[in-house]
């Protein structure tokens, strides 16, 4: 059974740090790219930050230089250090397994996803 579940959320006021983490299980981890997601109620899913197997990191404009993924085979986790965090940044957060991580930021071919940690900013 896949599973795919995000931690780490909550209430942080702008200016301040947060760090995801989400873990996995029921698939081969090593062979997928993985992926961070945010949602706003009303607008559609964008891609923040993803990882190869490898490694290789994108992420999109609006985060970079402020987020940072990582991944640890070994344990199959990803995480998503926020740094600097700012109101606009106030989301739900979705991990995600797919199959190539682009330079955006954006995942190819999302396989699995998880139900997401909800991130609010204060001003």
């Known amino acids: 059974q896949v599973q795919v579940v995000e931690s780490g959320g909550g209430l942080v006021q702008a200016g301040g740090s947060l760090r995801l983490s989400c873990v996995a299980s029921?698939?081969?981890?090593?062979?997928?790219?993985m992926a961070w997601f945010r949602q706003v109620p009303g607008k559609e899913r964008e891609g923040v930050g993803c990882?190869?197997?490898?490694?290789?990191?994108g992420y999109a404009g609006s985060v970079k230089g402020r987020f940072t993924v990582s991944r640890d085979n070994t344990n199959n986790m990803v995480y998503l250090q926020m740094n600097s965090l700012k109101p606009e940044d106030t989301a739900r957060y979705y991990c995600?397994?797919?199959?190539?991580?682009?330079?955006?930021?954006?995942?190819?071919?999302?396989?699995?996803w998880g139900q997401g940690t909800q991130v609010t900013v204060s001003s």
């Open positions: 995600a397994a797919g199959r190539i991580c682009l330079t955006s930021g954006a995942l190819v071919d999302v396989t699995y």
């Open positions: 990882i190869s197997s490898r490694g290789n990191t």
């Open positions: 029921g698939f081969t981890f090593d062979d997928y790219a």
